[in-house]
């Protein structure tokens, strides 16, 4: 009897586990999972994130015992899901139901199951990496040859944006003119930020080419965000070796962020990434979070009575905006974002004990927030930072070997 509420615990873990690591890609958005691009893929994309729920509960049952920190854990979706319910700008419409309770069943997974899930998205990500470079060679040796060219899913500026498809992978292109590895996500800063922090948290144990797998698959995807967080670590990590290095350091952000700007390198993908590095009156020329409509609302809102405490879940003052300001600080005010954020960095400290790399895991996930704020609350946020952290901390990690 023992031997098979054994063998069932194995089986159903090893369903949950590979169920939160293709829900976590999907968390990250997927690039056709609509009914618009593949109604099938939509279909299996959706089913496959429920199926979380039953299966997850089966394993916490088949468990039978969950850690006193994983229970405080709790109270990072459960906060947010109240706050959304309790104040709500209008009536409280739903929907968040799906990534409240997987996270709540994510958080209360045992230390080795969440290293898993890490491990196991690690993977998958690698696996896009090389298919969609794979891909991203044929797509310039051979004219395109197989990719179908569709319209990407929104559309903000003067000319028209466009995905090459090729089965479920994309490469997107603006105007024809400026080409960006996607991989299987919808944007190319999805899979840039996601490589970069699988680069920064597995780097110290991971080898040679797994480390030049995620750069290049990066690298390909043009992404600011990439390339902010990737520099920023590179000069963290070789301070921290070495303080002396800071001289060195300090010269190459220059270079980044005053002379690479002005150089014309007579490619336009590269020169619109160093051209983002550009500082400008109003900042960084790559700050491309808001636009002009948002910012002059969010004066407003800056000096109404609902700056500390917010609009209200589901407040939106401009549309195509995606920023801390927007996801946060109008729905939630001061008060609202100090505790999302507060909350966050408050556990992930707590789970990190001090350990040097995994605090400068979690000073890179949260500075890759401004960019992709929908993290802390999504599942891969969740996966990401508290699954990193655990598979981070045991030093008998070997990402490929480990099964």
């Known amino acids: ?13 090893t369903v949950l586990i590979l169920l939160f690591s293709m829900y976590t890609c999907r968390s990250l958005y997927l690039a056709f999972d609509k009914d618009s691009y593949s109604p099938i893929y939509a279909f299996l994309s959706l089913n496959i994130a429920r199926l979380c729920v039953p299966i997850g509960c089966l394993f ?37 139901e799906l990534t409240f309770l997987t996270s709540v069943i994510f958080v209360l997974l045992p230390t080795r199951v969440k290293k898993q899930i890490f491990q196991c998205v690690y ?11 794979i891909l991203w060679i044929d797509f310039f040796l051979f004219n395109r040859a197989g990719f179908q060219r569709v319209l990407f899913y929104t559309q903000n500026g003067l000319e028209t944006a466009y995905y090459y498809k090729f089965g479920i992978f994309a490469i997107y292109t603006y105007g024809d003119h400026t080409y960006r ?5 919808n944007e190319p800063g999805a ?49 921290q070796k070495k303080p002396s290095n800071i001289i060195f350091i300090i010269g190459i952000i220059l270079m980044f962020f005053f002379v690479l700007p002005n150089i014309d390198f007579h490619n ?39 700056y500390w405490f917010g609009m209200g879940s589901g407040a939106v003052l401009a549309s195509g905006v995606a920023s801390y300001k927007s996801s946060f600080m ?51 946020g969740y996966i990401f930072l508290f699954g990193g952290i655990e598979w981070l901390k045991d030093s008998t990690n070997n990402i490929l070997g480990e099964t």
């Open 1 to 13: 009897m023992e031997n098979k509420r054994t063998g069932l615990k194995k089986i159903v873990g």
């Open 60 to 96: 916490l049952l088949c468990e039978r015992k969950v850690k006193q920190y994983d229970l405080v854990l709790v109270t990072l979706p459960l906060s947010y899901w109240l706050m959304q319910m309790v104040h709500s700008y209008g009536s409280y419409q739903g929907g968040g």
């Open 123 to 133: 993977q998958i990500i690698q696996l896009n990496n090389i298919i969609s470079i």
């Open 181 to 185: 590895l996607c991989g299987i996500f």
């Open 191 to 239: 899979l840039g930020t996601a490589c970069a922090l699988l680069f920064i948290c597995t780097f110290s144990k991971t080898k040679w080419w797994e480390k030049l797998l995620l750069l290049t698959a990066g690298a390909l995807t043009v992404s600011f965000a990439f390339a902010l967080l990737i520099l920023g670590f590179v000069a963290v990590y070789l301070c």
């Open 268 to 306: 336009n993908a590269i020169n619109e990434l160093v051209g983002r590095f550009a500082i400008t009156k109003s900042g960084l020329a790559g700050d491309n979070r808001t636009n002009s409509v948002f910012d002059a609302e969010y004066a407003e809102f800056s000096n109404s009575i609902y």
């Open 330 to 380: 109008v729905p939630f005010g001061i008060i609202g974002t100090s505790w999302l954020l507060g909350s966050w960095l408050f556990a992930a400290l707590k789970c990190s004990k001090q350990d040097k790399m995994c605090l400068i895991y979690v000073m890179f996930f949260f500075v890759s927030l401004y960019q992709r704020p929908y993290a802390i609350i999504s599942i891969w």
